[in-house]
Each structure stands twice: as C-alpha cells, then as structure tokens.
C-alpha cells in the first residue's frame, strides 16, 4: 500500500523568509504533484513532476523529484502573504489507463508580516 | 470551458437517506475521479473511471456506488449516508496520456445528520 507523508504539517514563517516542505512516499513512482488548496476552495494544480531529478519553478515556489529516495520538495523563496495555503503532494500509482493518486495530509502555510 | 463541475453545493442529509451527487466535465477526458476529503486531512479515493463504461473501487469505496453515464458525467451515490460520511466531496477529471493531470471541481459539502 502506498503512504505518502508530508512534513510539517503546519508552517508559519515570516515574509521574506525560504524554507522547505517535504513529501517522502513508500513505494516506486515515476510521477508526482503538487497541488495548492485555499481555505473552502478546490485544488488548483502546481506541478507534474514526471521523471527522476525533475525540477519544476513557477515564481516564488520551486519543486524537485528524487524518485530513488522517494522524495519531492516544494522549496518556498522569500515568501509574502500570498502563498498562505495549504499544500499537497499526490503521487501516482498509475494504472496505465488512469492514475490513482495518494495524497500526503497537506502542510498547511501561514505566512505573516 | 466550465472544467469540471459539480451540484449541489451543499446538501445536509439525515442518517438512512440516499442521495446522489453530479458531476460533469467538458474537457474531453477519458477519465474522472470521486474523492473525499476530511478535515485535516488529504483527499482519499472513492472510486474511478478509466474510460466510458468502466469502474472500480479506490481506497475508501465502502458506502458508495457510482454511474459513469457518459464520457462527460460521472455521479456518485450514497444509499444509506451514514454521519461517517460527513466530509467535503472532489470530482476529477484527467486524459489518459503520459501527464495523467487531474482537474478538481469547487466540491460537494454535504453533512449527515
């Protein structure tokens, strides 16, 4: 069974401040997301990392792929309000025909003045 | 594009009731997704579709039935909603290509009572 596990689980920082989150999962995957969610939204779609070393930036946020250990960071630079969410990362067990994702519990972003 | 769309809202539902929950997409895509999500939580699998006319059970399918009825629409439905079934409800779509990219609906509130 795959577990995906995310930490931390909560994060305040400061304007300004770089830090990182982390995503480990159990089993082998080749594809990995990350998804942003705001308090009562829906996801909105980040990054599709789909191969090993694969690093993906958009902005202030920056994520990576290590499919041999089995690990994805989402690196936040010099962070401003804006980016208070909660997180996710989902790694795909893909069927061939469909993925099957699993989520990590989310970390959940607060960024202060 | 409306994307992927979901109704009701919101639904408040008595234990022992059925309901069914709608979902619709425009996308083209071949494949679509129920999920749940619980507070504090990230979203767990319901069940899926590959592709018009198939289905089957992801992590948490116990409770629920669901209805591909055409490429566009996919429904799930509770029989018998029990207050475990108590959580926020997530329709996806994705293409069954090499991304795999899943595309969320604004979500189902529902509460059992």
């Known amino acids: 069974e795959l577990k995906v596990e995310q930490n931390p689980l909560f994060l305040s920082m400061q304007e300004g401040k770089n830090y990182t989150i982390y995503c480990n999962y159990s089993?082998?995957?080749?594809?990995l997301y990350w998804y942003r969610q705001d308090p009562g939204k829906s996801l909105e779609s980040l990054f599709v990392?789909?191969?090993?070393?694969a690093v993906k930036q958009e902005g202030r946020l920056m994520a990576s792929l290590d499919t041999k250990a089995r690990l994805s960071t989402l690196h936040i630079t010099a962070a401003v309000h804006d980016l208070s969410a909660t997180y996710f990362c989902?790694?795909?067990?893909?069927?061939?025909?469909?993925?099957?994702?699993?989520f990590g519990t989310g970390t959940r972003l607060q960024v202060t003045l | 594009n409306a994307g992927v769309t979901q109704t009701p809202k919101f639904q408040v539902l008595k234990t022992g009731q059925s309901m069914t929950l709608q979902c619709a997409q425009d996308?083209?895509?071949?494949?679509m997704y129920w999920y749940r999500q619980d507070p504090g939580m990230g979203l767990r699998l319901i069940y899926y579709?590959?592709?018009?006319?198939?289905?089957d059970k992801g992590e948490v399918p116990n409770g629920y039935n669901v209805s591909r009825l055409n490429k566009r629409e996919f429904s799930l439905r509770l029989e018998s909603a029990a207050p475990s079934q108590t959580s926020v409800y997530f329709c996806?779509?994705?293409?069954?290509?090499?991304?795999?990219?899943?595309?969320f609906g604004p979500g189902t509130r529902l509460t059992v009572t």
């Open positions: 990392l789909l191969s090993n070393g």
């Open positions: 996806a779509s994705s293409v069954t290509h090499w991304i795999y990219e899943q595309y």
């Open positions: 579709s590959a592709s018009e006319g198939t289905t």
């Open positions: 089993t082998t995957s080749d594809r």
């Open positions: 996308m083209n895509h071949n494949s």
């Open positions: 989902a790694v795909d067990a893909h069927t061939g025909t469909a993925s099957k994702l699993t």
